[in-house]
């Protein structure tokens, strides 16, 4: 039946819009253009792409889409920094419509997809980083592509194309990509569950396979950084060991390192990290605990009281609305790629540190907020319906 498009179908869309383009005009008069410590490396790595026809380091590779788009555009413009940040701010406006799409699907409900896109575009800290030439801005968009491709996925060959193509992009923009494969993974078992009760011997082995090959990638990956650096140095925040006296320097931000047994000299950067948990277990548990904390509620010490309270207020209540749209939509196959992605996330801190800007919650943030626009339209329907009823 030909679906006759309604007056909502097009406001919407053009609200975001414009949602969109006036707070990234304000972000860029506020911020301007910002040359960071790590968006300077890229840069140079960029440089010695475009000079040398290689990269620089082996471990490049897992950032070589950045790079590659830096080296692109360096190619062609005098300066890369103002074209990439334009690219990324478009990508980004392209990712908020595939958010929009996929929620409204999702939940059957356009107000669910408008919700998620609000949601989206009002988180300042992360939305903040598509003016900055480092790889959250394309890891975030990219995570908001393949949400839009789960949901529409249906099994045909084009989305298990376009599905694999994501993946490869998130594997090489950032090493958290990782984790983007393993939820695709894991929303694959829950899809294809009903094969388990007609093929159990196929299903069963190809499961143990894929765990073993996923297990296998994601220690060969982590095993090109030793995590055991910053564990050692007791550090909660990265490097925050090397601050202490400054204004960024807080004593909560460092775990007491004076009974800290050090790190065993093993080839193994994997092997390393897991004999340490065992000899420091009370203290790798406490700082997994404090990383995890300042993870999911984004406060630091370092910020004002005010600040603080605004991003408690905010976290509260995207996590409402998330756990609603969660309970919703808990059965479809995409809530568990959103689940996975979120508890290997959180892992992922727990071993290593959480960061000082809460840019480590972007693999995140795209699953969350689809799910807490489709719970913020449930609640606003129900508002609604009890407003309507109080005026009957």
């Known amino acids: 039946m030909l679906r006759i498009a309604t007056r909502r179908d097009f406001v919407l869309p053009i609200v975001l819009a414009v949602l969109w383009l006036g707070i990234h005009t304000v972000l860029f008069l506020h911020y ?79 107000m669910a997809g408008f919700f998620t896109a609000v949601i989206f575009l009002l988180w300042i800290d992360h939305l903040q980083w598509n003016l900055v030439t480092l790889t959250e801005s394309l890891a975030c968009s990219t995570g908001c592509f393949v949400l839009y491709v789960l949901v529409y996925f249906d099994g045909k060959a084009k989305w298990f194309f376009t599905l694999a193509l994501l993946v490869a992009l998130s594997l090489f923009t950032r090493p958290t990509g990782l984790l983007t494969l393993a939820g695709v993974l894991v929303f694959f078992a829950f899809y294809y569950r009903s094969l388990w009760k007609t093929s159990p011997v196929v299903m069963t082995a190809a499961g143990v396979s894929i765990a073993i090959l996923g297990t296998w990638a994601g220690l060969t990956v982590l095993d090109q950084w030793d995590f055991t650096d910053q564990l050692a140095r007791g550090n909660i925040i990265t490097y925050v060991d090397t601050l202490k006296g400054g204004p960024l320097y807080d004593a909560s931000l460092r775990m007491d390192t004076t009974e800290i047994i050090p790190p065993r000299h093993m080839p193994s950067t994997v092997g390393k990290l897991l004999f340490f948990f065992r000899d420091n277990p009370w203290l790798s548990a406490k700082a997994a605990f404090l990383k995890v904390f300042y993870l999911i509620t984004a406060v630091r010490p370092y910020y004002t009281k005010w600040h603080n309270a605004f991003l408690l207020t905010w976290m509260a209540a995207v996590y409402f609305f998330f756990f609603v749209g969660w309970s919703i939509v808990r059965r479809n196959p995409v809530v568990s790629f959103v689940s996975a992605v979120i508890l290997l996330n959180g892992i992922l801190i727990a071993i290593s540190t959480v960061d000082w800007d809460n840019r480590f919650y972007v693999p995140m943030e795209p699953g969350i907020v689809l799910l807490a626009g489709g719970g913020m339209a449930s609640v606003w329907k129900k508002w609604g319906k009890r407003k309507s009823g109080l005026h009957a």
């Open 32 to 110: 301007g253009v910002r040359n960071l410590l790590d968006a300077h490396r890229y840069a140079l790595k960029a440089d010695f792409l475009l000079a040398q026809g290689h990269l620089e380091e082996a471990s490049d590779l897992f950032y070589v889409v950045h790079i590659g788009l830096l080296a692109l555009f360096g190619r062609f413009f005098h300066s890369a920094t103002l074209p990439v940040i334009v690219f990324q701010c478009i990508l980004s406006g392209f990712a908020t419509a595939a958010l929009y799409k996929a929620s409204s699907k999702l939940f059957d409900d356009r």
